[in-house]
């Protein structure tokens, strides 16, 4: 069965850090790039991050600069490195496969986590 689980959320203040894991099972990064997305209440879904099987990534321009993405394919899990977090960071944060990073339809999802920033 193909699984894709979110963690490393939870309630943090203005300027602080937080790191986001994305364990992975049932495919390999070879078969899939993996990106993360984010909804907050009343807001539309949004695109934040993707990183290609090649290793390319891609950002969102309002986390350009403040969030990295990476993978680490022995423990089949991607991080979100969020760093300088602001308020409108909040929202819940999950991760995708998707085919490619070009395309904003996933093949496979997991259940989020939580990110609250307060100010």
């Known amino acids: 069965d193909v699984q894709l689980q979110a963690s490393g959320g939870g309630l943090v203040q203005a300027g602080e850090s937080l790191r986001l894991s994305c364990g992975v099972s049932?495919?390999?990064?070879?078969?899939?790039?993996i990106g993360w997305f984010r909804q907050a209440p009343r807001k539309e879904r949004e695109g934040i991050s993707c990183i290609e099987n090649n290793g390319r990534t891609y950002y969102r321009d309002s986390v350009e600069g403040r969030f990295t993405i990476s993978s680490n394919n022995v423990e089949n899990t991607v991080y979100l490195q969020m760093n300088s977090l602001k308020p409108e960071d909040t929202a819940v944060y999950h991760c995708?496969?998707?085919?490619?990073?070009?395309?904003?339809?996933?093949?496979?999802w997991g259940q989020g986590t939580q990110v609250t920033v307060s100010s």
């Open positions: 049932g495919f390999t990064f070879d078969e899939y790039a």
């Open positions: 995708a496969a998707y085919r490619t990073c070009s395309t904003t339809r996933y093949d496979y």
